[in-house]
């Protein structure tokens, strides 16, 4: 092996590691170096070891890091070098000639970049050497794939373009495309791509376009379309019309495909079934659904002729199908992780394991002897269809973070090109260009496209914080004072600690335009986002809100309006106060300088909080954007949106550096574990999971699943051990950020659900705000199943099932309390109230007096400290202070 230091790097290594033994007391250690090195004392003096003992964290690890990779590379090469020499002359002259068994090999001919975000689609031009890309920048990119260049733009679509193909009548190629925005595009490749015909009639996003090829009932001007609206449609492209509409799913379809010779068509969606179409009768028929896979399916692709023989054999078929068959076979992959392979019958014949995570695209060879697969785990896998199904080939990390699209390039027709059947040619999810290859030449080009990392953001392995200034270390030491001096709150368990107070704002005549509210952190402040697209902020204290901008002659009220957005604003949130040192050298508390906001536009913006001006707009997210929360050690901020994506933000950086993608619907709940490195996110409808990410990887640590409801909101822990999730049942999921596993399940609240949690600062209780109209307190240490004692060692065992409330129309006073382990608690027919901006003891809340109608029973658990009613008002917000002090605001609801 050869020398890995040069001799001057051997001595400054050896210098540095003597430097560094020194420097840490280690004489021994380092006067036995200096003896096998050969080295006197006098080799180091004082100066040296100065100069040298900080050299050796700061340069001599990454040395030591790039010639580990070396001996990496090494290895690998050793093993590259030992397969070539098993190979024979034949074995290589074999694999490089016969294009029915050629795979695409590990380093790609080209890597294309010009995207500005994650490319969903491509597909190849059926004569000419040039392929079609789609991103989430809502773009279609056309690349010469011969040389690797970029050929042109092309723009068009106002949301993220989620598939495209080539294809088109007799004589002609178009390229058609399908979006977010609902529409099917078509677009001329022979008059500079321009746009001829735009396609509207789907419900919502299109997920999948295909041409129908040539056949005896048309001319090649039919192509397909799949929607989320749980739908297909054929369309006639020369005349923009929807001939037919094909119902059958009961979810979203995902993808499509069409047969080679245009008479059948194979579907797939979230139903978790496949559903082969029938398009040569009057009206298109279902010929067989496949059942089978445990989760949607993201992809299918019809089987070529050539890979009959070999699927044939799976079947158990003495002979193949004939060639003239279209549809004997076919492959789906699912999010189950698996890739199915079918009968025209429906039966299931192989399932293929291998993949770790979704399986997102497939395509046949066209030899008809593999089939290959990508998946969100990164890498392209080939499956030996001769072998039963067996993996042959890996080619892992393809892409930096996901791979979301394959396609393999349409075969040559030896007599005459012919561009009727280009379209579905692609070799791809359609299967067309496996007819024979007799009358074709296979092209030895495969695409794959996905997600790299962001070229803006730090590298995977770090996500560096900005140099700590003067005000970030005076901002350190307040919540050092506010720590000594704040009320120390227990549980029930804790058995000392005073009791909560509450401190309630109630806004007056909103008429329920409100949607959501904020307090800054140094309670200066409180800020509302409304449906009218703007922002309100108060001054808690009533001084006037000034503006660097404005003449001290002006006059200044105490509230401020932010207009900026175009639609409704749903999250907002306050960055950290800060504190200046004075002339005295004391601390100077200084209000929070900055507000980010989130909308249904689509946009984050960041608002300055000393001209009450926008400073930046951030726009990634397909969709509307619900929540926005800087980090806990301010700079980096998350955003969760309709689009199934969390994104996390620097402050500095117009785009996202990191896009967690993992939940299956829109998310709904946001939060950042106090350590900064991690944030947990909650989506609602079908999924109802909630997700751990990591910041510096963007990969998923955890997922948690429970509850049965909406997920409205997320709260870490202060000490990071765990979370707390609040539904729109009412109920408080618990859970062990260590273990992933719900530890306890709490109720007291009524229906409508739980926007806002609250932890204090010792971890030991919690506060919730209800759309019931009620603040509740929870002891986090006390099982929700009354197994330990309440209030003490001593005090009785209760069971949860003996406590219970009754909600009624409307919340009034009480006229009297039941105490249950200790505790005051509300009676079944009434609860205790208190005023708007009062507090109660009490477990529950419920309608006032005996007029009050009987409504539906609550269960309350044991963990339950005390509840707060108000009056006709659904709490949106409650906050435990650094002084452990709470607050809650709501909007009033006279209708209540």
């Given at each position: ?737 260590e273990k992933g596993v719900c530890i306890k399940k709490s109720k007291g609240h009524g229906k409508g659900g739980i926007p806002s949690l609250s932890f204090s600062v010792e971890s030991t209780v919690l506060v919730s705000g209800g759309l019931d109209g009620t603040v509740r307190v929870w002891d986090v ?6 197994s330990k004692p309440v209030g003490g060692a001593s005090g009785p065992t209760v069971q949860a099932e003996n406590v219970h409330v009754h909600i009624g129309d ?87």
């Open positions: 092996m050869a020398q890995r230091l040069t001799n001057r790097q051997a001595e400054e290594l050896h210098k540095s590691l003597i430097a560094y033994l020194t420097a840490n007391d280690l004489e021994d250690t380092a006067a036995a170096l200096r003896a096998e090195l050969q080295m006197g004392r006098d080799a180091l003096d004082p100066e040296a070891v100065r100069k040298y003992e900080s050299l050796l964290p700061k340069k001599w690890t990454g040395v030591v890091r790039l010639q580990r990779k070396v001996l990496e590379l090494e290895a690998k090469e050793a093993a590259l070098r030992a397969q070539l020499q098993n190979l024979t002359p034949a074995s290589v002259s074999r694999q490089t000639d016969d294009p029915t068994s050629w795979l695409p090999g590990a380093v790609p001919r080209h890597t294309l970049e010009s995207h500005r975000s994650s490319i969903n689609c491509l597909a190849f031009h059926p004569i000419f050497s040039s392929v079609a890309t789609g991103s989430d920048d809502c773009t279609i990119k056309i690349w010469d794939w011969d040389v690797g260049e970029l050929e042109r733009t092309i723009k068009g679509h106002t949301r993220p373009v989620l598939d495209v193909d080539y294809g088109g009548p007799r004589g002609a190629v178009l390229l058609a495309s399908c979006s977010s925005d609902l529409t099917v595009k078509l677009w001329d490749p022979a008059n500079d791509y321009q746009n001829i015909r735009t396609l509207s009639g789907h419900d919502h996003s299109v997920s999948a376009v295909r041409f129908i090829p040539s056949a005896a009932s048309s001319s090649g001007n039919l192509l397909v379309s799949a929607s989320r609206d749980k739908t297909l449609r054929v369309w006639d492209a020369s005349t923009g019309f929807c001939l037919m509409t094909l119902q059958g799913h009961t979810e979203w379809v995902r993808d499509v495909t069409a047969s080679y010779d245009g008479r059948y068509l194979l579907s797939a969606g979230d139903d978790m079934t496949a559903r082969l179409w029938d398009m040569t009768g009057q009206r298109p028929e279902v010929r067989l659904t496949a059942l089978g896979h445990e989760h949607f399916v993201e992809c299918c692709a019809l089987a070529p002729p050539a890979a009959y023989p070999h699927l044939a054999r799976l079947a158990g078929l003495k002979k193949p199908p004939p060639a003239a068959s279209s549809a004997e076979f076919m492959a789906t992959g699912s999010r189950d992780k698996t890739i199915r392979l079918w009968d025209a019958r429906g039966n299931c014949l192989q399932t293929l394991r291998g993949h770790d995570n979704w399986v997102t695209a497939l395509a046949f060879h066209p030899g008809g002897k593999f089939l290959l697969s990508v998946s969100d785990d990164k890498s392209l896998r080939c499956w030996d269809l001769s072998q039963e199904g067996k993996c042959v080939k890996v080619l892992g990390d393809s892409h930096g973070r996901f791979i979301s699209c394959l396609r393999w390039a349409p075969g040559i027709k030896k007599d005459a090109p012919s561009a009727s059947n280009g379209g579905s040619a692609d070799g791809g999810s359609s299967g067309a260009n496996g007819g024979t290859p007799n009358d074709t030449q296979i092209r030895r080009v495969v695409a794959t496209g996905g997600l790299e990392e962001s070229a803006e953001g730090p590298s995977r392995a770090d996500l560096p914080l900005p140099p700590a200034r003067a005000r970030d270390v005076m901002n350190e030491v307040e919540k050092i004072k506010q720590h000594r001096d704040r009320f120390r709150i227990e549980g029930r368990t804790g058995g000392v600690g005073a009791a909560v107070s509450i401190c309630m704002y109630t806004f007056h005549n909103t008429l329920g335009s409100y949607t959501c509210l904020e307090f800054s952190k140094d309670l200066k402040l409180v800020a509302a986002g409304t449906m009218d697209s703007y922002i309100r902020i108060w001054s808690m204290d009533g001084k006037p809100l000034k503006s660097a901008l404005e003449n001290n002659n002006q006059s200044v009220t105490n509230n401020r309006t932010l207009i900026g957005h175009s639609g409704t604003v749903y999250g907002l949130s306050f960055s950290d106060a800060v504190s200046w040192p004075n002339s005295e050298g004391n601390s100077r508390p200084q209000a929070p300088q900055l507000l980010l906001s989130s909308s249904f536009d689509g946009t984050i913006r960041l608002w300055s909080l000393d001209t009450w001006s926008c400073l930046c707009v951030y726009k990634s997210h397909d969709g509307p954007v619900w929540d926005v929360q800087w980090g806990p050690h301010g700079h980096y901020f998350a955003s969760i949106g309709w689009d199934k994506t969390a994104r996390i933000w620097s402050q500095d950086h117009a785009s996202p550096l990191r896009i967690c993608v993992g939940h299956d619907t829109s998310l709904s709940a946001l939060a950042w574990h106090p350590n900064g490195t991690y944030i947990i996110t909650a989506s609602d409808e079908t999924d109802k999971s909630i997700r751990m990410w990591s910041v510096i990887t963007g990969d998923c640590v955890r997922v948690m699943t429970g509850h049965h409801h909406f997920i409205n909101t997320i709260e870490c822990a202060p000490n990071g051990k765990i979370i707390a999730s609040g539904d729109q049942d009412g109920n408080i999921f618990w859970w062990d950020l240490e006390l099982p929700a199943d009354g409307s919340i009034g006073p009480a006229d009297r309390t039941i105490t249950v382990g200790g505790q005051p608690q509300a009676p079944p027919a009434s609860a205790a109230a208190s005023s708007s901006g009062g507090a109660g003891n009490a477990s529950g809340a419920s309608g006032a007096g005996g007029s009050k109608k009987k409504g539906k029973e609550v269960h309350i658990t044991p963990d339950q400290i005390s509840a707060f009613p108000t009056k006709k008002t659904p709490v949106k917000q409650v906050q435990f202070t650094r002084m452990n002090l709470v607050i809650a605001a709501g909007v009033y609801d006279p209708e209540r």
